[in-house]
């Protein structure tokens, strides 16, 4: 698939909708507005390249079946923000970072490395017991659930604050 580079109206367009959906749901954009505007010229070169956002930052392989991980908000996102504050290619960061008392730092690579914990959760049911790769956090105040090493920075529905999950399984 290809397409026309993006245009600067078509980058304004999509920062602004990333940058709306991102805070809506307790994500934030990186600050450095240059920075990020450059994200995502490279989400909209890989839209006219794939017919997919492929994150900037990794090379896609053109096969949307393989690169579902990579498609942004990339599969890693949410890990990454938890241990170093920010995505890999730095499109998305924590609060910390967005306020400027975080510094931003490089992100390792996740792709391709396994993701099995260590530590894997295991819960009984029924007299089943199912190994789980990740624990489930719950949100006390609305009662989202999700399945990640750490409970999100802000509930994505709710937006109530970390400290406000509990360990569901």
Not at 15 to 38: M, Q, W
Not at 58 to 82: E, F, K, M, T
Not at 129 to 154: A, F, H, N
Not at 156 to 162: D, Q
Request: with cysteine; glycine share 8%; proline share 7%.
């Amino acid at each position: 698939m290809s397409g026309a580079a993006p245009d600067s109206a078509g980058i304004d367009r999509l920062y602004a909708k990333l940058n709306a959906e991102a805070e809506k749901s307790g994500y934030h954009l990186n600050p450095d507005i240059e920075f990020t505007r450059s994200l995502v010229e490279g989400l909209l070169t890989n839209m006219c390249r794939y017919g997919y956002m492929a994150c900037p930052c990794r090379l896609a392989s053109g096969v949307r079946a393989q690169d579902l991980d990579i498609i942004c908000p990339c599969d890693y996102r949410d890990p990454d923000l938890s241990e170093f504050g920010a995505c890999y290619c730095a499109l998305y960061v924590n609060t910390a970072i967005l306020q400027g008392k975080q510094e931003l730092k490089p992100v390792p690579e996740r792709r391709g490395r396994k993701m099995v914990e260590k530590n894997q959760e295991s819960m009984s049911t029924g007299g089943v017991t199912i190994k789980l790769s990740q624990p489930v956090w719950r949100c006390k105040v609305c009662g989202y659930l999700c399945g990640r090493g750490e409970p999100p920075e802000i509930c994505p529905i709710c937006k109530a604050t970390k400290d406000r999950f509990e360990r569901f399984v």
